[in-house]
């Protein structure tokens, strides 16, 4: 998923969770979604408490933080 399209469920607004990246239209933000499935919660279980969010949007804050551990590394590496 390129960063276009990730800009199509993934916002940052200061206004909204402190401006931590979230769930484009929620308040659920990139690292709740992490957070929950480290806890082995299933991407099913997360749908049904969440109605609000789709498969696509999983897939997106995984995109995004894999993303942005790139970025980080490349930071570290210069």
């Given at each position: 998923m390129g960063t276009k399209e990730?800009?199509?469920y993934i916002v940052i607004d200061q206004g909204v969770r402190f401006g931590k990246p979230?769930?484009?239209g929620t308040?659920?933000?990139v690292g709740d979604i992490l957070q929950w499935l480290s806890e082995g919660i299933s991407v099913s279980e997360i749908l049904d408490d969440y109605?609000?969010?789709k498969e696509i949007h999983i897939h997106a804050a995984l995109a995004f933080a894999a993303r942005r551990e790139e970025i980080i590394?490349?930071?570290a590496a210069v």
């Open positions: 990730l800009s199509n979230c769930i484009k308040r659920i933000t109605p609000l969010l590394k490349v930071i």
